[in-house]
């Protein structure tokens, strides 16, 4: 529940309470409540709804801030002229009840004498009535947004927006994750030429479907000096490549069966294999000029995302030289509505590490290199390719200890 909410559902509490009191009196001639139980619940309320609001983030305090800060110290000062009452009986002989009352309307009986209204009693239930309807119907607009994700009970906008990207959340598809038609909404965000923030087996993405070369195209300009940082291109099982096999080597083709799924991406030598693929002009943006880079990801969300729209191309959810992505809420804070059209939100990413690159464009001369060793050790890659190349007969021929260097630097710009 926001703090807002908080605030509203509280302040209303105190004041129906307060209102069947009074009913209870004037019909009665007794309390409903003792003033006592009545001012120590308002009072606690009181509280709550103001460090409730306190605590708000700063880029999230508007306008209505301040109006519940003056609603909490009204009540407070209801609450309290029933505690005195109750606690202090000779001095509420001394003092007559009109007194009391004053200072329960103290707030509201200002506004009217600005006014020029002088009976106030029932302008002042009209007043807190619309008051706590505005507070519950807020209440529930609220309540209703967060769990069915979308404003179903107009809420309105805020009188003034204080932050850009509290004003970009409400632009932004939000989509959960770990529901089927999260994903699903991504998926045909995708499909009609979205890009979009969604999670991994590492950190969070940015991702476009090959099969529409304008989000592919706007995702790899989203980055600064995007040539030295190509994409990458994923999958979520070997029947989307299945019209490369013949292109592969029978070494090849096991050891990627052996690696994926997993946080490693592997290195291809580039050729018409990749066309196969029917890229189209997707294929421009992916990899280098005589490489690509490859991966089924250890994430069951991401794979049942491509499952549904196809292969799509990758990078860093984050802009260039900034720290990865580790959490939904800062795609949005990184990338801005220019640059993500969705985001797929599952929290905090299960890995805060990079992923392991293998480059296997010598693999069939028993050549296996590193360009990045992330999350999987590389003696767990290399007790694979060992095991692989036995069965084929084939022993190392090269030192694999060392991280390949890529046009005389080390390669440490490959997105995920």
Known sequence: MSSIAFSLLSLSIAYVLQT????????????LLKPFVLGIVTVV????????????????????????????????????SDISKEITPMLSQNISEETFKQMEVLLPATLLQ????????????????????????????????????????????????????????????????????????????????????????TVYILVACCNQPEAVKRAYKSKKQAEDRPMSLWISNFRQIEAAKNEFSSLLWDFLHEIWPSNVSAVLKRGDWVKSLGLGESEKYLGRPDSIAMRIPDSTITCHLIDQCGPVAVTSANPTGEGDTTHHAQV?????????????????????????????RDIDNGNLAFFRIGLTPKSTILNIFETLLKRHGKMPKSNTNGITPVNGVFEEEINE
């Open 114 to 201: 600005v006014l020029g209204i002088n009976d106030g009693y029932m302008i002042e239930r009209i007043f807190g009535s619309a008051l706590s309807i505005s507070f519950v119907y807020a209440f529930l607009s609220s309540i209703i947004k967060m769990t069915y994700g979308k404003e179903i009970i107009p809420f309105g906008r805020p009188l003034k927006e204080i932050n850009k990207i509290q004003k970009d959340k409400d632009q932004m598809l939000w989509a959960p994750a770990r529901r089927a038609s999260g994903v699903r909404k991504i998926a045909e965000k995708l499909k009609t030429g979205g890009i979009c923030g969604i999670p991994s087996d």
């Open 20 to 31: 069947i009191d009074y009913i209870a009196l004037e019909i009665t001639g007794l309390y």
């Open 45 to 80: 309320l009181a509280v709550l709804s103001a460090i409730s609001v306190v605590t708000l983030p700063s880029k999230d305090v508007a306008l209505t801030s301040s109006v519940v800060f003056i609603t909490c110290a009204f009540w407070s000062a209801m609450g309290m």
């Open 332 to 360: 949005l804070a990184k990338l801005g509505l220019q640059n993500c059209d969705g985001i797929l939100c599952d929290g905090p990413s299960r890995e805060n590490a990079i992923s392991t690159v293998v480059d296997c």
